[in-house]
Protein backbone atom coordinates (compact mmCIF):
# COMPACT_ATOMS: atom_id res chain seq x y z
CA UNK A 1 0.00 0.00 0.00
CA UNK A 2 1.40 3.65 -0.62
CA UNK A 3 2.41 5.07 2.51
CA UNK A 4 1.10 8.82 1.57
CA UNK A 5 -2.47 7.33 0.98
CA UNK A 6 -2.69 6.12 4.39
CA UNK A 7 -5.06 6.90 6.61
CA UNK A 8 -3.20 7.61 9.64
CA UNK A 9 -0.67 9.37 7.34
CA UNK A 10 -3.32 12.01 6.59
CA UNK A 11 -4.41 12.28 9.76
CA UNK A 12 -1.35 13.04 11.08
CA UNK A 13 -0.75 15.64 8.15
CA UNK A 14 -4.16 17.56 9.21
CA UNK A 15 -3.50 17.69 12.67
CA UNK A 16 0.70 19.26 12.08
CA UNK A 17 -0.74 21.93 9.75
CA UNK A 18 -3.33 23.08 11.74
CA UNK A 19 -1.64 23.45 15.11
CA UNK A 20 1.12 24.73 13.76
CA UNK A 21 3.79 21.64 13.82
CA UNK A 22 4.58 22.60 10.03
CA UNK A 23 5.84 25.91 8.99
CA UNK A 24 3.14 27.82 6.98
CA UNK A 25 3.94 29.57 4.35
CA UNK A 26 4.18 33.63 4.49
CA UNK A 27 5.66 36.49 2.83
CA UNK A 28 7.95 38.73 5.27
CA UNK A 29 6.01 41.91 5.82
CA UNK A 30 8.16 44.45 4.03
CA UNK A 31 8.92 47.95 6.32
CA UNK A 32 6.60 50.79 5.98
CA UNK A 33 8.76 53.32 3.42
CA UNK A 34 9.33 56.44 5.00
CA UNK A 35 7.51 59.36 4.31
CA UNK A 36 8.59 61.05 1.05
CA UNK A 37 10.31 65.13 1.95
CA UNK A 38 8.59 67.66 0.68
CA UNK A 39 10.07 69.55 -2.36
CA UNK A 40 9.91 72.91 -2.37
CA UNK A 41 11.02 73.28 -5.98
CA UNK A 42 8.13 71.30 -6.98
CA UNK A 43 5.72 73.58 -4.80
CA UNK A 44 7.07 76.65 -6.03
CA UNK A 45 6.40 75.61 -9.83
CA UNK A 46 2.58 75.19 -8.29
CA UNK A 47 2.55 78.24 -6.65
CA UNK A 48 3.69 80.19 -9.37
CA UNK A 49 1.63 77.99 -12.14
CA UNK A 50 -1.34 75.98 -10.88
CA UNK A 51 -2.00 73.31 -12.75
CA UNK A 52 -4.32 74.57 -15.43
CA UNK A 53 -4.99 70.47 -16.62
CA UNK A 54 -6.97 70.49 -13.45
CA UNK A 55 -8.53 73.97 -13.35
CA UNK A 56 -6.11 74.69 -10.27
CA UNK A 57 -5.26 78.43 -10.31
CA UNK A 58 -2.13 79.72 -9.69
CA UNK A 59 -1.22 81.02 -6.06
CA UNK A 60 0.31 84.62 -7.09
CA UNK A 61 -3.09 85.76 -8.14
CA UNK A 62 -4.29 85.72 -4.67
CA UNK A 63 -1.19 85.95 -2.54
CA UNK A 64 1.31 87.65 -4.78
CA UNK A 65 4.60 86.71 -5.63
CA UNK A 66 6.83 84.79 -3.00
CA UNK A 67 3.77 84.38 -0.90
CA UNK A 68 4.03 88.51 -0.25
CA UNK A 69 0.37 89.35 -0.82
CA UNK A 70 -0.66 93.00 -1.57
CA UNK A 71 -4.43 92.41 -1.33
CA UNK A 72 -4.89 93.41 2.07
CA UNK A 73 -8.09 90.68 2.71
CA UNK A 74 -5.44 87.85 1.77
CA UNK A 75 -2.75 86.98 4.38
CA UNK A 76 1.40 87.38 3.30
CA UNK A 77 2.48 83.97 3.27
CA UNK A 78 5.71 83.76 3.20
CA UNK A 79 8.19 82.61 5.60
CA UNK A 80 5.05 81.20 7.13
CA UNK A 81 5.90 77.64 9.47
CA UNK A 82 5.50 74.90 6.45
CA UNK A 83 3.58 72.85 9.65
CA UNK A 84 1.19 75.59 10.14
CA UNK A 85 0.69 76.07 6.53
CA UNK A 86 0.33 72.76 5.54
CA UNK A 87 -2.13 72.31 9.11
CA UNK A 88 -4.62 75.13 7.28
CA UNK A 89 -4.36 73.93 3.98
CA UNK A 90 -5.70 70.40 5.23
CA UNK A 91 -8.59 72.52 7.44
CA UNK A 92 -9.73 74.46 4.68
CA UNK A 93 -11.01 71.09 3.86
CA UNK A 94 -12.59 70.15 6.77
CA UNK A 95 -15.34 72.04 8.44
CA UNK A 96 -13.57 73.85 10.43
CA UNK A 97 -12.06 76.27 8.88
CA UNK A 98 -14.41 76.92 5.80
CA UNK A 99 -13.76 79.45 2.70
CA UNK A 100 -15.27 79.32 -0.33
CA UNK A 101 -12.34 79.89 -2.93
CA UNK A 102 -10.08 78.31 -0.39
CA UNK A 103 -11.78 74.96 0.11
CA UNK A 104 -12.44 74.40 -3.16
CA UNK A 105 -8.86 74.33 -4.00
CA UNK A 106 -7.53 72.88 -0.58
CA UNK A 107 -9.79 69.81 -1.40
CA UNK A 108 -7.74 70.02 -5.28
CA UNK A 109 -4.20 69.47 -3.84
CA UNK A 110 -3.00 66.08 -2.84
CA UNK A 111 -1.44 66.06 0.74
CA UNK A 112 2.05 65.92 -0.86
CA UNK A 113 1.29 68.77 -2.62
CA UNK A 114 0.53 70.83 0.19
CA UNK A 115 3.77 69.49 2.20
CA UNK A 116 5.42 70.78 -1.09
CA UNK A 117 4.02 74.25 -1.75
CA UNK A 118 4.34 74.63 2.43
CA UNK A 119 8.19 74.11 2.31
CA UNK A 120 8.32 76.23 -0.65
CA UNK A 121 6.62 79.39 1.39
CA UNK A 122 8.67 78.89 5.20
CA UNK A 123 11.77 80.00 2.55
CA UNK A 124 10.70 82.93 0.92
CA UNK A 125 11.85 86.32 2.07
CA UNK A 126 9.16 87.85 4.10
CA UNK A 127 8.21 91.50 3.44
CA UNK A 128 7.24 94.02 6.84
CA UNK A 129 4.69 95.76 6.87
CA UNK A 130 3.82 98.61 9.31
CA UNK A 131 1.06 99.96 11.31
CA UNK A 132 -1.04 102.96 10.25
CA UNK A 133 -2.74 104.31 13.26
CA UNK A 134 -0.89 106.05 16.11
CA UNK A 135 -4.05 106.60 18.22
CA UNK A 136 -4.35 102.61 18.90
CA UNK A 137 -0.92 101.63 18.53
CA UNK A 138 -0.71 101.82 22.13
CA UNK A 139 -3.59 99.93 22.92
CA UNK A 140 -2.09 97.27 20.35
CA UNK A 141 1.21 97.30 22.14
CA UNK A 142 -0.61 96.50 25.48
CA UNK A 143 -2.86 94.10 24.28
CA UNK A 144 -0.39 92.40 22.39
CA UNK A 145 2.30 92.14 25.44
CA UNK A 146 0.38 91.92 28.36
CA UNK A 147 -3.00 91.26 27.68
CA UNK A 148 -6.18 92.20 29.29
CA UNK A 149 -5.86 90.49 32.75
CA UNK A 150 -9.78 91.83 33.85
CA UNK A 151 -11.09 89.43 30.84
CA UNK A 152 -8.95 86.71 31.27
CA UNK A 153 -7.33 87.54 27.75
CA UNK A 154 -3.42 85.83 27.50
CA UNK A 155 -0.67 88.45 25.83
CA UNK A 156 -0.55 87.41 22.32
CA UNK A 157 3.42 86.99 22.94
CA UNK A 158 3.09 84.39 25.29
CA UNK A 159 2.39 82.10 22.23
CA UNK A 160 3.44 84.29 19.18
CA UNK A 161 6.98 85.73 20.27
CA UNK A 162 7.78 89.17 21.34
CA UNK A 163 8.46 90.12 17.74
CA UNK A 164 5.67 87.70 16.71
CA UNK A 165 7.79 85.83 14.71
CA UNK A 166 5.56 82.73 16.32
CA UNK A 167 6.85 79.33 17.60
CA UNK A 168 7.51 76.93 15.24
CA UNK A 169 5.18 73.49 15.07
CA UNK A 170 2.77 75.30 17.71
CA UNK A 171 2.23 79.17 16.98
CA UNK A 172 2.24 80.92 13.73
CA UNK A 173 4.43 83.78 12.96
CA UNK A 174 2.29 87.16 12.58
CA UNK A 175 4.61 90.10 12.44
CA UNK A 176 3.62 92.46 9.24
CA UNK A 177 0.79 90.86 7.81
CA UNK A 178 -2.10 92.40 6.68
CA UNK A 179 -4.39 94.39 9.59
CA UNK A 180 -7.33 93.59 7.67
CA UNK A 181 -6.77 90.12 7.70
CA UNK A 182 -5.78 89.41 11.22
CA UNK A 183 -8.67 91.90 12.10
CA UNK A 184 -10.97 89.41 9.92
CA UNK A 185 -9.11 86.15 11.39
CA UNK A 186 -10.18 87.38 15.02
CA UNK A 187 -13.44 88.00 14.10
CA UNK A 188 -13.86 84.47 12.63
CA UNK A 189 -12.88 83.17 15.45
CA UNK A 190 -15.35 85.03 17.55
CA UNK A 191 -18.11 84.24 15.63
CA UNK A 192 -16.71 80.77 15.02
CA UNK A 193 -17.03 80.71 11.38
CA UNK A 194 -13.19 79.98 11.74
CA UNK A 195 -13.28 76.85 14.46
CA UNK A 196 -9.52 75.55 14.53
CA UNK A 197 -8.24 77.14 17.13
CA UNK A 198 -9.90 76.40 20.60
CA UNK A 199 -7.26 78.80 22.18
CA UNK A 200 -8.35 81.60 19.85
CA UNK A 201 -12.13 81.01 19.70
CA UNK A 202 -12.04 81.51 23.67
CA UNK A 203 -9.58 84.60 23.46
CA UNK A 204 -11.24 86.14 20.61
CA UNK A 205 -14.75 85.92 22.29
CA UNK A 206 -13.46 87.90 25.28
CA UNK A 207 -12.39 91.05 22.74
CA UNK A 208 -14.17 93.69 21.22
CA UNK A 209 -13.47 94.70 17.70
CA UNK A 210 -11.68 98.00 18.50
CA UNK A 211 -9.40 95.64 20.64
CA UNK A 212 -9.01 93.72 17.91
CA UNK A 213 -8.40 96.09 15.46
CA UNK A 214 -5.96 97.91 17.66
CA UNK A 215 -3.65 94.65 18.13
CA UNK A 216 -3.74 93.89 14.45
CA UNK A 217 -2.13 97.05 13.64
CA UNK A 218 0.23 96.58 16.34
CA UNK A 219 0.79 93.66 14.71
CA UNK A 220 1.16 94.81 11.14
CA UNK A 221 4.56 96.66 12.07
CA UNK A 222 6.20 93.95 14.53
CA UNK A 223 9.23 92.45 11.72
Not at 122 to 139: F, I, R, S
Request: include cysteine; glycine fraction near 8%.
Amino acid sequence: MNRLSSPLLKTLLVTLTVFGGLPAASAATPSAAPAAKADPARGGALYDAGDPARGLPSCVSCHGAAGNSSIVANPKLSGQFASYTHKQLVDFTTPNRQQPIMTTYAKMLTDAEKKDIAAWLAVQVHKPGAAKNKDTVELGRKIYRGGIAERGVAACASCHGANASGIPAQYPRLAGQHQDYTTAQLEAFKSGTRANSPQMTTLSQRMSTAEMRAVADYIAGLR
